[in-house]
Structure formats: structure tokens, C-alpha cells
């Protein structure tokens, strides 16, 4: 564990490094305190999720990892460089897309090649393996006008993959499916991730989710949220919903909603992990 070499090798690999991040919102009236103090560091290729509660900075701290918004004080650099403007080397997935309804599946998830003015011609492989990883195939050609939130907020996910950008910053992606979808939708995700495993910052609804995807679960306090708490998922992957592995994450999720309960905080959650 102390081990100079093993600190340096770990130390070597950090792809995103939060120290000491504070953010006040300034109006005339008031400042609000949104995050203060946060540290954290995620490597290369991590799943690192992000739960705490409503309120406490989250996506607060995803912006300014984006570099959309600056830190009052602190500082976040990624792959070694401070974040200083929006950065265009990562994925986004944020609760309210904007998607073309007038276009197909494939043409929405290529859409991320257009902008960035790439060759799309170039992606449509990648993107129709994606498309059939998160279970997409048999509406690929369908115009999205008309299909369910949930297949609109996968074809959101495979967007921000299909650029195979490094890092993904993803905010509360399912929030607004219902248990059932979203339960899908999180183990199509993790299939899509481990097809490409990027460095992934993922802002949970639930304690269910945040433990079945992550490498490491930070728990944030409430309002200026810090870092409570990191825990470590030790187990392997792909976790599926059958009997063993639940039993097996069961006790990670128990130990983060005690954390919330301390707080008199009931987690939002459904029930299944
Ligand atoms: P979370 O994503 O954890 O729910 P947010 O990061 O959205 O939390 O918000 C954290 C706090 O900062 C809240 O009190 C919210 O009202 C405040 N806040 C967020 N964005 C702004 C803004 N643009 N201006 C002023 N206050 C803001
Ligand atoms: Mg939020």
C-alpha cells in the first residue's frame, strides 16, 4: 500500500483531478454555496458515480468538470491539463437531450460525428454496433418522432460513445424513465461501456444504479455538498440482476444508504439491488 512506486504508477494514471473544488453562485442578493472542498481523483478507463442529495452540487460539479462553468476556487485538470474553457474531448449525457425527431436512430447518434464536422461515413460501424448493443437494432431506420423516452435516452448514450471521446460525463441519464426501463437502461449502458470502456464521471438517481455500474461510488453530503464517502465496488462485471451478484452488491448499497440515513435522508431508490 505505501509503496512509493505502486503511489507513483496510481498517481500516473489519474485522468481527472478535482482538489479542493468550491463553487459559490453570486447574485446581487446572496451567494449560494453549491460544492465545497471537493477532491477526487478518477483514473483512466475508471466508472465513478456520484450520489448524493437533491441539491448538493452535482451537476453543479459535472459543468465545471466540462469546463461550462469556472470553480470559485480549486482546481480540475483532465489528463494533466487545467480546465480552463468547454472541453471538447468528452461524451455528455444530460436529462433533457436535444434530438432531431425529423431523423433516424442511426442519423441521431451520428449526429455527435456532424457537429464535430468528423466523417460520419467513418463512424457508422461504430455507431450501429452501439445501436445494437443498447438494443436499439430493430428501430436503427426509425425516424424518433414516436418512439418511448426510453429509446430516446439510449440513443443518447450511444451519442456520446460513438466519437470515442475519453472521458464521459453523465448526468443523471435515466432519471426520468420509470423503474422498469430504467433498470434496462442502466445494464444496456454497461454493456455499452464495457464494449468501450472509458473514463466514465456518472451522476446516479439511485443507490441501485451507482453500485451496479461503478468502479467507485463517492457519496456527497448535503448542501455545499463535499465528499462523504468513497466506496469501492469490488465486484466483477458484467452484474446482471440475478440472485448472486444482487447479494453480492447488497452490501455496498446498505452501506451508502446508511450514509444518507445519517443524514435523515431517505435515498431515492427502487427497490430491485
Ligand atoms: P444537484 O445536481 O446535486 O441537484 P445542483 O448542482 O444543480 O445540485 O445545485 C446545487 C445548488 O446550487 C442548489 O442550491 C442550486 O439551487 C444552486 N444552483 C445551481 N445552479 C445555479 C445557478 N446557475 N445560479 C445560482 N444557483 C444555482
Ligand atoms: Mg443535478
Redesign the pocket.
Known sequence: MNDPVSAEQRSATVYVRLRNVTKL?RSRRES?A?VSNVNLDIATGEFVSII?P???????LMSIVAGLIPVSSGSVSIAGRTVKKAQTEIGTVFPDPILLDSRSVLENVLLQAEIRDLDEQEYVPRAERLIELAGLKAVRDTQLFGLSPAHRQRVTVCRAFVHDPPLLLLDEPFAGLDAAHRQQAVLDLQKVWMFSPKTVLYIASSVAEAVLLSDRVIVMTP?P?TVEADVAIEVPRPRLLDAATLAELKPYAEQIRRIFEGHGIQPEDQPAA
Not at 437533491?54 to 453543479?60: E, N, V
Open positions: 453562485y449560494v453549491a448524493g437533491r441539491g448538493c452540487g452535482k451537476s453543479t448542501a455538498g
